[in-house]
């Protein structure tokens, strides 16, 4: 036998271990290195390809970093104005009750300026899944304070260190979405270790499963890292991540009805 | 004779959604328009067609519900009245920029700011001339009568559907809260799944099967040479509207020696005052431009060789003169009649500011 | 055929009620109506008032300041709207609470002693169908069969079975008209 011939025998499909999901396209991402976004987007369309569910699952993109999200998955997309993503996905999830609807939002598009959207959204119980991811800083517009910057945390707009006694306080979107009734599963993951990879898949998982029995809506907080906002190696915001967001942000399932 | 009902406009606006086989209307209350919602919560289409209706937490959140179910190839609308309106601009452009139809009633009332809540017509620019940011526009009919508030329903969605593009009806708390005989159209069912496929598939996320390219509904494109090529695209769809679109009512134009240019419910204002006036022997008629973009330029350049003077009918301090004298190039004077902050001008007074101006009284 | 009305009185007297089953009653005859009321903070407890056009052709102006008739029930009504009455044309009201009554020599007066009837038959809410009598009496414009049918399109199927007694008040009304001054 020839070597090429015993590759060849090697590249079938019986052999193979791992093969990208085909949810995820082959589109260059444009997220910096050591960000979290691509791990968790991987993450999702792995599970959307397990449930077989492509076909019917509608993604609504924020304003933010992953404004473009609609070029790594691929899926039917909505790109919403600034925040305002659960409203459009209360639409399409009511319009289109069959479908698997989510919003995929970033700190600053769904504790700032989307506050009032994804309260309500929460609050009326809408059967979608909404994807949350903390990094604690605007990655787009260049690194700026958000709700969730944490405080004496160095951003653009808190350059002396971010000051809660004018700035307000970190603030803890899970905690406070997990009180209203409309929430049936709220739980913080985190995607820095293949352990903490396959956590976040599973709650994937159960939060499109929910969307099936229309008892609330399933919110999924990711908290990730901006090696660039936060003017950190990515190896070092990963420790960054585990020592300051972490005891702030602590991880685990804060809801399961 | 079809189904003839004494109603209100704004209960009609509600009526004519579910025959017409509207998918969805996202609201939040505001006087002098709330009887929509009101109307439809009572009415429980659910149960009869299937369309959804849902009381939003704030304006912006129901013009950009309007956008997710617009996104789905649905028949979807909002409505609201001026204030509420300032706070949708923000969906109107994105809708616009997405090239989404949709349905935006605005049941106008007089401002600036809070304002009144008495009728007015002081949101004419933000209707035609913009509102939200960007180069766009929406088609805009402005009915002048309970009936028209029926017909036009039906009619935006079929001209938002034909050029992918946020319709408005702009009318005011007149013809919202009055009522008058209205024939109510035919019930048509609500389009299924397979329709709007067949119709929409190019664009409607209605989840990406085998057989195509995703879809994404987005307004969003960073390349520059890229978004110069899309606005070429979207005026030359204004344009195509310029040309087809136009519709408008003459009422007493054949010998007429001076015009009344007015909408909506200053228009029937004028009506009366066209009787007034012929009653002394003016020849007065009126141009009734019923669609406000696009406008009927050309209607009012035909009149030019015949008029010795055109009176701008408005409750507002003056905004569609402004296009009245950009189609009129300076050949006959142009005046402008108005009462602004919620007060409706009375057929006598429009007939005085007739003669004072054009008559030498 | 034209006919501009302003019905004006305190909410809850059944003015815009009174307007819309004047309108449905117009309707069954095959004419064009238009009923514009005022709206806001008025509605309130306040008065509440309500222009209705009947006519045969299409109705130009919903809003006016002028009219052929006025059904005038309560004294802020009167002062507001005596003087907008067309020479020539028509009053009617309820001289319950009447304080300042109308002393214009150019306008026809009628009055209807609304309230005081509607307690004599026993049902305060046969009000304004007592004053449509007495304005179908001093304004045969409406037919009383057509009212009737008005009645039906406009009350929903559970309160039919108040239609005679709406018919009962509105005899009432016809039989009850005083002249005051007649042209």
Known sequence: MTATTELKNIINEENVVYKKTSVLLDNEMHYCPGCTHGVIHKAIAEVIDDMDIQEKTIGVSPVGCSVLAYNYLDIDWQQAAHGRAPALATATSRLMPEKYVFTYQGDGDLASIGCAEIMHACNRGESIVVFFVNNAIYGMTGGQMAPTTLEGQVTATSPYGRDCQTTGFPMRISEMLAMLPGTRFVTRESAETPGAVRKLKKAIRKGFENTRENKGISFIEIVGTCSSGWKLSPVKSNEWMKENMFPYYPLGTLKDE | MGDIRLMKGNEVIAEAAIRCGCDGYFGYPITPQSEVMETLMIRRPELETGMVVVQAESEVAAINMVYGGASCGKKVMTSSSSPGISLKAEGITYLAGAELPALIVNVVRGGPGLGTIQPAQSDYFQAVKGGGHGDYKLIVLAPASVQEMNDFVELSFDLAFKYLNPALILTDGVIGQMMEKVELSEFKPRWTEEEIIAKSGTWATTGKTADRERNISTSLDLDSAKQEIFNHKLQAKYRAMQENEVRFEKINCDDADYLFVAYGSSARICQKAIEIARKKGIKVGLLRPITLFPYPIKQIQEMLGQVKGILSVEMSAGQMVEDVRLAVNGKVPVEHYGRYGGIIPTPDEVVEALEQNFLGE | MTEEIIIAGFGGQGVLSLGKILCYSAIMQNQEVSWMPSYGPEMRGGTAN??????????????????????????????????????????????????????????????????????????????????????????????????????????????????????????????????????
């Open chain 3, 50 to 183: 309500v222009t209705v056009i009947l006519s045969d052709e299409r109705i130009s102006s919903p809003v006016l300041k002028s009219f052929d008739t006025a059904i005038i029930l309560n004294q802020q009504s009167m002062d507001k709207f005596v003087n907008e009455i067309k020479p020539g044309g028509t009053l009617l009201y309820d001289p319950n609470g009447i304080t300042r009554h109308p002393e214009r020599k150019d306008i026809n007066i009628y009055k209807i002693q609304g309230a005081a009837l509607a307690t004599e038959m026993g049902n305060p809410q046969t009000f304004n169908m007592i004053i449509m009598g007495g304005f179908l009496k001093v304004k045969p414009i409406v037919l009383l069969e057509n009212v009737k049918k008005g009645l039906e399109k406009s009350l929903p199927e559970r309160h039919h079975k108040l239609i005679p007694l709406n018919i009962e008040a509105i005899q009432k009304g016809i039989e009850n008209v005083e002249t005051v001054l007649a042209l």
